[in-house]
């Protein structure tokens, strides 16, 4: 059995079997071309019942990895994307009206997790993990994510949104209107999240807008530029996007509190910065190879952009 699918307990297959996308078994287009009732996703009728969904369209972003999004809509504000409905299907019909709608829900498919864990820390967590279904986290074992996103207008099958928290290439398997009158529960309780906000017991908790603002000290963007160039990994861009979205220590964003200060990790580079009130300023960046690491492997080409680095801004001596 993987080792991921024995973290989900009582249940381990759930995931292996509902959760990869690669594995749901495909059902025939649909012939028909007339509005009418159509052949819906089913439910075997075994022991262990298992549903089956098909992506009604795509989420086409610019946001390709999880540290580029918002954790939710409303930390996303203004932030476009298209949702591209698949042709074929009479979904040109499916949404006539719905451009009536300010607030539209997408019912999505975290298609980029590897697994589900029991227990998560929700970015906002001060007071640890909680369980998976009292967050809103995309580890779950049925990957999927609601969000109310800005309907801008509806152009044949392709939806034009803003506020998006998803990545590019999120399969959306349903969108429904969002209905204040019976959605909107503004004096609802905040759960755990009740705990986290220090603005008195009505406030809401804050939401991590606006963004904090990030600023390059001249090494760090000399540095960043140089290895956009040689790495070819628009590092600045990862940096600024990461980091005005909350500079938080939290393992999932690869953000870290050392004994020289705060760190951020983007693939194999170490980033150091400081953050005062709501402002970030980016210190310098690193190699995140060990001296030891860099001696070895002479022939491989990701450690000689690491040595050229090193070569040009060199680690002090250890004293
Ligand atoms: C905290 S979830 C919330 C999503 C949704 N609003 C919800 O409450 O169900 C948002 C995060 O999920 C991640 N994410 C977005 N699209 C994803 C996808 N297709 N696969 C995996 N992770 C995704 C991003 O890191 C994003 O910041």
Redesign the pocket.
């Given at each position: 059995m993987p080792a991921r699918a024995k973290r989900g307990g009582g249940a381990p297959l759930l995931y292996e079997e509902a959760g990869d996308l690669e594995s749901i078994p495909a059902r025939r287009p649909c012939a028909k071309s007339r509005v009418g009732i159509v052949k819906a996703g089913s439910i075997d009728s075994d022991q262990s019942p298992r549903l089956r969904l098909e992506p009604i369209g795509y989420v086409r972003a610019a946001a390709a990895t999880?540290v580029q999004?918002?954790?939710?809509?409303r930390a996303a504000q203004g932030v476009t994307a298209r949702i591209e409905l698949l042709p074929g299907r009479n979904f040109e019909h499916a949404l006539e009206d719905l451009a009536s709608w300010e607030l539209v829900w997408v019912v999505?498919?975290?298609?980029?997790?590897p697994g589900w864990r029991p227990k998560v820390l929700p970015p906002r967590s001060t007071t640890g993990r909680k369980g998976v279904f009292a967050t809103?986290?995309?580890h779950r074992p049925n990957p999927i994510?609601?969000?109310v996103v800005r309907l801008e207008r509806v152009d044949g099958l392709v939806l034009r949104i803003r506020d998006s928290?998803?990545?590019d290439g999120?399969p959306v398997l349903d969108l429904k209107p969002y209905v204040p009158y019976t959605d909107a529960h503004p004096a609802a309780g905040n759960g755990w999240l009740a705990e986290e906000t220090t603005s008195g017991a009505d406030a809401q908790p804050d939401d991590p807008v606006p963004a904090f603002t990030v600023r390059f000290e001249p090494l760090a963007l000399a540095q960043a530029e140089w290895i956009q160039a040689h790495a070819g990994l628009p590092i600045g861009e990862r940096i600024r996007a990461t980091l005005a979205l909350g500079p938080a220590p939290h393992p999932y964003r690869r953000i870290r509190r050392g004994a020289d200060g705060m760190r951020l990790a983007v693939k194999e580079w170490r980033v150091r910065f400081t953050v005062l009130d709501r402002q970030v300023r980016v210190i310098q960046l690193d190699s995140g190879f060990r001296a030891s690491q860099l001696a070895a492997g002479t022939g491989d080409k990701t450690l000689q952009v690491h040595r050229d680095f090193l070569a040009q801004w060199p680690r002090p001596p250890v004293t």
């Open positions: 999880k999004v918002a954790r939710q809509p999505f498919w975290f298609h980029r997790n809103r986290s995309p994510g609601i969000s928290d998803m990545l999120t």
